[in-house]
């Protein structure tokens, strides 16, 4: 699998105990449904999730393990409430709140795959780690097989783009 090397995992090498993220509902599902979950609270120190996202993982449309496991959500998953609202078009509830939170707390990080949210992101001047990046950065520090964490992922609806392949 061809990698990428992202400034989240530059950090991870300076300062393992410093990352607070803000995470979007699809890492999250994503993680839980090939069994990696726990890889976030082991790569970063908080992982805070906005109201909306929480909502979006126990939506009755989610797989079962997902829902299951956003109905007893574990301890290290701070739920927040953003003050502020961003309301942008191309963009669903949970992702505008996930960036709104990330805005307001001046987060290190935005765990997000939608493209538009990224750009979005990007735009606003923070730092944002996909699903693919998350796993990479745990391959870095030992803790998963990247190319068995994507091969699981390919059994989902999870859909790798050709750069990530070989």
């Not at 990698?3 to 410093?18: G, K």
């Not at 493209?115 to 699903?131: K, L, W």
């Amino acid at each position: 699998m061809k990698r990428f090397v992202s400034s989240v995992q530059e950090r991870l090498s300076t300062e393992p105990c410093l990352i607070v993220v803000i995470a979007d509902t699809s890492p999250i599902n994503y993680l839980i449904l090939i069994g990696q979950i726990d890889l976030l609270k082991q790569l970063y120190a908080r992982i805070l999730v906005p109201p909306a996202v929480l909502s979006e993982l126990k939506h009755a449309l989610a797989p079962k393990p997902v829902r299951d496991w956003a109905l007893n959500a574990p301890a290290w998953v701070e739920v927040l409430i953003p003050k502020g609202n961003l309301i942008l078009v191309q963009l669903d509830v949970g992702e505008s709140e996930a960036l709104a939170l990330a805005a307001e707390l001046h987060a290190d990080v935005v765990l997000m795959d939608d493209q538009a949210g990224r750009q979005e992101a990007v735009r606003r001047g923070m730092r944002v780690a996909a699903t693919l990046s998350i796993l990479d950065e745990a391959e870095q520090a030992g803790l998963v097989r990247f190319d068995d964490a994507v091969a699981a992922l390919q059994k989902t609806s999870f859909r790798v783009s050709r750069c990530w392949q070989r």
